[in-house]
């Protein structure tokens, strides 16, 4: 899963807004990327949440649009109506709100008129901003709305268009991530894709043929509006697909798999489970590439580790993870693909970590979580986490899961020590 970064936090001043967006434009004279440890980000509801010395970095999970920080959430929650919107959750109150600076604010959505499809009311900017992965970046912010990155103040107004995606919405996205300068995002496409234009230039769309096998991309768009550009392009594979896209020193990591024989030429696991499984197994090949961010260039990808018989990876700060086959234990990599050890227990995935090596292992209904020190090679903590949760993310000593479709908040300390119950349920989604 997933992306993690310094940032610079800014304090916001819960002024009195409408609620309403503003298209006046941002000042791009600060510099992107550059970090400091002793700022804050203003809560919607009023109080000010002060960073920990311990961690000042966010983790963007990036299947589900949340953001992940030591003191406060930014996630998304669902009604029955099928909208999204934007909330912030404050740790030190333990309390949950839109992400939203009227105070007077009534927090409805967007209504339309059913016929033009126009606007036809004032809504609550938390819906304008629900269903997307907010980056904050010094004093501003970044969030993806297709087709374009946008760039806005910490309260999601006065925005402008950083870079136009010049690709088709038909495709199928992966991941996003952020780094302190870039915006990377993942697709996969079945179809040949041509953008077509009227010989007006005022409208275009995309028409293509079915390919023999499906492709996957990665796009890079940098946050400073500089020219996008395409990291990664592949299809040697059947049913290939990308993942784990993780940045980690200026490098971008990721993985691909898929097989090397058409997935219909496998037996039917209906009528023969074992024979299917077993050419599965014979034709999978999982892939660890490394791109220099830095760089820039197509010929700065680096396939690090490839491995058949669908070997899964993972990473963390410093570390490839091969995960487990049975109840094998996990194997532990530099990023470089040198093997330096195997691990003294079994890895399922990596929970989302700015610390360490957090591991989940499922076994029998429960999940047994671990953390691990690399240097050291020691467990400094082992717990069994039950079959209730699901842990996502461990910032500082504020980890987040999901548990039945509900976002909850527990401190390190309870998680380690087994009080499940102390865990705070911090969203409604329905």
């Known amino acids: 899963m997933r992306k993690s ?34 700022s804050s980000i203003g809560s919607p509801s009023t109080a000010v949440v002060e960073p920990n010395a311990k961690s000042d970095k966010v983790l963007y999970y990036e299947y589900s649009c949340n953001t992940f920080a030591e003191k406060y959430a930014l996630f998304q929650e669902h009604s029955d109506q099928g909208r999204v919107s934007l909330h912030f959750f404050d740790v030190s109150t333990g309390q949950s709100n839109y992400y939203c600076f009227d105070p007077g604010c ?47 103040d910490l309260k999601g107004e006065n925005r402008r268009t950083v870079s ?29 894709m041509i953008e077509q234009i009227d010989e007006n230039g005022e409208h275009s769309w995309w028409i293509g043929e079915p390919l023999d096998r499906r492709k996957v991309v990665i796009i890079m768009i940098p946050l400073d509006g500089s ?87 993972d990473f963390a700060d410093g570390y490839i993870v091969k995960c487990s086959a049975a109840d094998e234990p996990g194997v532990l990599y530099d990023y470089s693909g040198q093997w330096i050890r195997e691990l003294p227990f079994p890895v399922g995935h990596l929970v989302q970590s700015d610390h360490y090596i957090l591991a989940s292992w499922a076994m029998n209904g429960e999940y047994w979580y671990y953390l691990y020190d690399p240097i050291d090679d020691k467990i400094l903590q082992k717990v069994n986490g039950s079959n209730r949760f699901f842990l ?39």
């Open 5 to 38: 970064y310094r940032i610079l936090l800014i304090s916001v001043l819960c002024l009195v807004l409408s609620g309403c967006k503003k298209n006046e434009p941002v000042d791009d004279s600060k510099e992107i990327g550059s970090a400091a440890a002793d």
């Open 106 to 152: 009534e927090h409805k959505p967007p209504q339309y008129d059913f016929v033009t499809g126009e606007l036809i009311s004032d809504f609550c900017m938390a819906f304008d901003l629900g269903g997307k992965t907010i980056a904050f970046q010094k004093d501003c912010c970044f969030f993806f709305d297709y087709p374009n990155l946008v760039r806005a």
């Open 164 to 192: 136009e995606l010049k690709l088709p919405d038909s495709l199928s996205f992966v991941q996003e991530i952020y780094t302190s300068t870039n915006y990377f995002r993942s697709f996969t496409y079945s179809n040949e």
């Open 227 to 313: 020219e996008q550009k395409e990291v990664f392009c592949e299809d040697d594979l059947y049913d290939l697909s990308i993942h784990n896209l993780k940045e980690y020193n200026d490098h971008l990591f990721f993985c691909t798999s898929g097989l090397d024989v058409p997935y219909g030429s496998l037996p039917s696991i209906q009528e023969d489970m074992e024979g299917y499984y077993k050419a599965l197994k014979q034709h999978s090949y999982t892939k660890v590439f490394d791109y220099d961010i830095t760089k820039g260039l197509l010929t700065d990808l680096t396939e690090t580790l490839s491995a058949s018989e669908s070997g899964e990876y």
């Open 392 to 430: 996502e993310a461990a910032v500082g000593e504020s980890y987040y899961g999901n548990e039945n479709n509900q976002i909850f908040y527990i401190s390190s300390t309870d998680f380690w020590e087994g009080h499940i119950e102390k865990a705070i349920i911090i969203s409604n989604n329905r």
